[in-house]
């Protein structure tokens, strides 16, 4: 089983779970340090807001409302080392592999932040607009701010699945409530299909040092 080098780390993110009520909803709040506190039990703090209700599930194909989707069409090569010191940053802040931050861009938008899904998931990582409010993002369009708002994301995941990398990486996809339920992967072909996809191009930026023919080299 894959797990990071740093299972949770002093980063302005914690992380409280306990197994039994995995399937519960998670509440959130954040404290005067900037401080991410979870918990999966509810809590007596009237600080604490919902996070996520126990659900989540794969991305929807069907368009949502006022969603105007907008495909990757970036074809320039050098797009895959244009937000290279972005990334080294924010992987850096939140003790994320680089190669996995990597991975997920070019698996979510090919490298285009002008990308949007017909879920309305937009920019380099991806950030569905709820997603990218609680991770701070205040211009969900601005590749710099994106890119931080996906890896802080990535942080929370990684600490709620004890640093798992197939089961981050498939939260980020389906949700963190889709994999709770499910005890592992869930069972959602786009899921497993997007796991395996975002494993092979991390296994592939640790292996090649050019971030473009990683890219765009083919197995």
């Not at 409010?133 to 710099?144: L, Y």
């Not at 959602?188 to 296994?203: D, G, M």
Request: hydrophobic share 35%; glycine share 8%; aromatic share 10%.
């Amino acid at each position: 089983m894959s797990r990071f080098a740093l299972l949770c780390v002093l980063v302005p993110i914690s992380v409280a779970l306990s197994s039994e009520n995995a399937r519960a909803d998670i509440f959130q709040f954040t404290d005067k340090e900037g401080v991410i506190h979870f918990s999966n039990a509810k809590p007596k703090d009237t600080k604490f807001r919902v996070y996520s209700r126990g659900g989540g599930g794969p991305k929807r194909i069907s368009v949502a409302n006022g969603v105007v989707p907008v495909a990757p069409t970036d074809r320039d090569p050098t797009r895959y080392t244009r937000y290279d010191e972005w990334i080294r940053q924010a992987a850096s802040l939140y003790q994320i592999p680089e190669q996995l931050v990597r991975a997920v861009i070019k698996c979510e938008s090919d490298y285009d932040p002008r990308a949007v899904s017909p879920s309305g998931a937009r920019g380099l990582m991806q950030l569905m607009p709820d997603t990218a409010g609680r991770m701070q993002v205040k211009d969900i369009d601005d590749p710099r701010e994106n890119i931080f708002g996906g890896v802080r994301y990535l942080r929370i995941l990684a600490n709620l699945f004890n640093g798992d990398l197939s089961l981050t990486i498939a939260a980020y996809n389906a949700g963190d409530g889709a994999v709770m339920r499910a005890g592992g992967i869930p069972p959602y072909q786009q899921t497993r299909e997007y796991v395996t996809l975002v494993t092979k191009f991390y296994h592939r930026y640790r292996s090649q040092k050019d971030a473009i023919e990683a890219s765009v080299g083919r197995d």
